[in-house]
């Protein structure tokens, strides 16, 4: 039986108006569900103060971080692809929705101020995931700033990682280089129960650094107070020679 034309033009018209209703296109509800579990997942493991490192591929549940930080990528490109309940869903799990300039910029500033609190230091390696890619950023935009290029680093921030001793160049000190190698050596001190550090793949920085020390020694360059700490770790400064070194 067919509509008659009134009918059929009040039926289009409803249509219509359901369509406009509609909420936009959203993300399919199985891909949706699988990295809404995945984000879930690294939040329990990572807390929502990190972010997926595009990089790695160290699986979180049953994807990687790489495919996850592409995905948190993918979503941030067109944010009104997610229907309101998606929306919900994710702002329940402090997703990163998009932001901008200056919001992630403040974002990742209190991140790294609370690095900061913890650790006494701002200095945050490239490889510690979203965090330290943000460090590196800054150094290589304040470096543009310095040559008068065009560069999102302004005076004020500056002022604010100053805040926190940022270092705006990643060579490290001597002395901070020094105490990091000890620690190391210290570790392995108490592991092994000695400071020969064995020519390993493992522990092939740490047995170059151990040779320094002697090669140093030897020449009277090594201040006494390092040679001190060094002894308090049974250092030999003269080994006998072993096969596995």
């Not at 039986?1 to 296109?25: F, N, V």
Request: positive net charge; aromatic residues 12%.
């Amino acid at each position: 039986m067919k509509l008659s034309t009134a009918a059929a033009s009040s039926t289009a018209a409803t249509d219509d108006a359901t369509e406009e209703d509609e909420e936009p296109t959203s993300w399919p509800e199985s891909e949706f569900r699988f990295y809404y579990a995945e984000w879930g997942a690294f939040v329990t493991l990572y807390g929502d103060d990190y972010m997926p490192d595009p990089d790695s591929n160290m699986v979180i549940f049953s994807s990687t971080e790489a495919r996850l930080s592409r995905w948190i990528k993918l979503v941030n490109s067109d944010p009104k692809r997610l229907s309101c309940v998606q929306r919900r869903m994710l702002e329940k799990l402090s997703f990163p929705l998009k932001l901008s300039n200056g919001q992630r910029w403040e974002t990742q500033y209190t991140l790294l101020q609370n690095f900061f609190n913890i650790n006494n230091h701002s200095d945050v390696a490239r490889r510690d995931g979203a965090l330290g890619g943000w460090v590196a950023t800054q150094r290589s935009a304040y470096k543009d700033f310095n040559n008068g290029k065009p560069s999102p680093m302004t005076h004020a921030k500056i002022e604010k990682l100053e805040r926190l001793r940022f270092k705006w160049s990643i060579i490290d000190d001597p002395e901070s280089e020094w105490r990091k190698r000890f620690n190391e050596l210290k570790a392995y001190y108490e592991t092994h129960n000695h400071s020969n550090v064995r020519s390993t793949d493992e522990n092939k920085r740490l047995a170059n650094w151990v040779k320094t020390q002697r090669a140093q020694h030897k020449k009277n360059k090594l201040p006494d107070e390092k040679v001190s700490q060094l002894q308090r770790l049974a250092f030999e400064w003269a080994p006998r020679d072993r096969k596995s070194s």
